[in-house]
T-cell receptor, first 118, second 112 residues
Framework: AQTVTQSQPEMSVQEAETVTLSCTYD???????LFWYKQPPSRQMILVIR??????QNATENRFSVNFQKAAKSFSLKISDSQLGDTAMYFC???????????????FGTGTLLAVQP | ETGVTQSPTHLIKTRGQQVTLRCSSQ?????VSWYQQALGQGPQFIFQ???????GRGNFPPRFSGLQFPNYSSELNVNALELDDSALYLC???????????FGQGTRLTVV
């Protein structure tokens, strides 16, 4: 069974600074997908960034980037130039490959509450 | 293109009652998944529906059941409500074979 662990329940960062959120996972699969989702007070989960395990290059989306270490089963999220609107709960998630009729379910960690301070 | 919408947004039920939560998929999406998010926890997968049939289930008892309709909208039914069923219930729609899931804003269920 796959598990996702986020060991930082809460983090705080000053506006315009950089912050890194940690995530580790456990799986016996060789190919899989990893995600970071953001959940603001509105409760809606929003996809921040996605990484495919077979790609060595770290994914980047504007101010958001990941450090994917497959051997260490580590998947951290770096937020550069933090903005007040980045304040939210951040969840790391895992998904097995979606071949044929496979269920594309997400396995989530427990989340990290990020507060961006003005 | 409409997003994923869930109704109602909040609900209070008494222990032992039954509840039905509703979800309208994003336009063009044929797969719907339901998640339970207890307070302070990450979402837990309940089940997924594709073409009106259950396509995978998490570790939830049979009193959690669902339906998917021809227009791909979906319902989550919970019978014999327990206090521990109090949670945020999230619906996510996607295209079969694709990884990206789009979430609704959830239904906050409180069981008293």
């Amino acid at each position: 069974a796959q598990t996702v662990t986020q060991s930082q329940p809460e983090m705080s960062v000053q506006e315009a600074e950089t912050v890194t959120l940690s995530c580790t996972y456990d799986t016996s699969e060789n190919n899989y997908y990893l995600f970071w989702y953001k959940q603001p007070p509105s409760r809606q989960m929003i996809l921040v960034i996605r990484q495919e395990a077979y790609k060595q290059q770290n994914a980047t989306e504007n101010r958001f980037s990941v450090n994917f270490q497959k051997a260490a089963k580590s998947f951290s999220l770096k937020i550069s130039d933090s903005q007040l609107g980045d304040t939210a709960m951040y969840f790391c998630a895992f998904m097995k490959p979606v071949y044929g009729g496979a269920t594309n379910k997400l396995i989530f960690g427990t989340g990290t509450l990020l507060a961006v301070q003005p | 293109e409409t997003g994923v919408t869930q109704s109602p947004t909040h609900l209070i039920k008494t222990r032992g009652q039954q509840v039905t939560l509703r979800c309208s998929s994003q336009s063009g999406h044929n797969t719907v998944s339901w998640y339970q998010q207890a307070l302070g926890q990450g979402p837990q997968f309940i089940f997924q529906y594709y073409r009106e049939e259950e396509n995978g289930r998490g570790n939830f008892p049979p009193r959690f059941s669902g339906l998917q309709f021809p227009n791909y909208s979906s319902e989550l039914n919970v019978n014999a409500l327990e206090l521990d069923d109090s949670a945020l219930y999230l619906c996510a729609s996607s295209l079969r074979g694709y990884t990206e899931a789009f979430f609704g804003q959830g239904t906050r269920l409180t069981v008293v």
